[in-house]
T-cell receptor
């Protein structure tokens, strides 16, 4: 069965410093992986997705993630945090037998200090 | 192009009542999925519809049901509401269903409070 584990429930960084949000996945199939962001009282916005093409995936707003099969990881990074990045981030997996069903991690809340 | 719309945005109901939530997908999208978001359980998959057929169902009791219309709009219904049904219900649409190939775009959600 497919699952994702987000290793930090809360991450705090200063504006202008790098962001690292960690995600490990488990999948018995070749997975598709995503990162979504949710700002307060808003729906979910897709940041980026991996679907077995390039292992380094670039997304919106300067975010990127690297798929590492040997480590079963899909960590999200950004070189320089902005105040507007403060939100909750979800790592998501779907598998080849799951149809369109998305399996969400528990989320990582990112705080950005001025 | 307009995004996914959900109505109503906020709803307050009493235990034992039933509720219907509506979702209009992005124009041209034919697949609609529903998710429940709570602080304790996080985001959980409810069901997925394509061409008016339920293709996939999550692990929820039969009180939760849904349907999709020929114009791809979808509704979900919760009968005999319980306090634990208080949640943000999110709808997502994609062009087709399909193992992550097609991105899912989420609406703003309906915040249901059961008292």
């Amino acid at each position: 069965a497919q699952s994702v584990t987000q290793l930090d429930s809360h991450v705090s960084v200063s504006e202008g410093t790098p962001v690292l949000l960690r995600c490990n996945y488990s999948s018995s199939y070749s997975p598709s992986l995503f990162w979504y962001v949710q700002h307060p009282n808003k729906g979910l916005q897709l940041l980026l997705k991996y679907t077995s093409a390039a292992t380094l995936v670039k997304g919106i707003n300067g975010f990127e993630a690297e798929f590492k099969k040997s480590e079963t990881s899909f960590h999200l990074t950004k070189p320089s945090a902005h105040m507007s990045d403060a939100a909750e981030y979800f790592c998501v997996v779907t598998g080849s037998n799951q149809g369109g069903k998305l399996i969400f991690g528990q989320g990582t809340e990112l705080s950005v200090k001025p | 192009k307009a995004g996914v719309t959900q109505t109503p945005r906020y709803l307050i109901k009493t235990r034992g009542q039933q509720v219907t939530l509506s979702c209009s997908p992005i124009s041209g999208h034919r697949s609609v999925s529903w998710y429940q978001q709570t602080p304790g359980q996080g985001l959980q998959f409810l069901f997925e519809y394509f061409s008016e057929t339920q293709r996939n169902k999550g692990n929820f009791p039969g009180r939760f049901s849904g349907r999709q219309f020929s114009n791809s709009r979808s509704e979900m219904n919760v009968s005999t509401l319980e306090l634990g049904d208080s949640a943000l219900y999110l709808c997502a649409s994609s062009l087709f269903p399909g193992q992550g190939v097609y991105e899912q775009y989420f609406g703003p959600g309906t915040r249901l409070t059961v008292t």
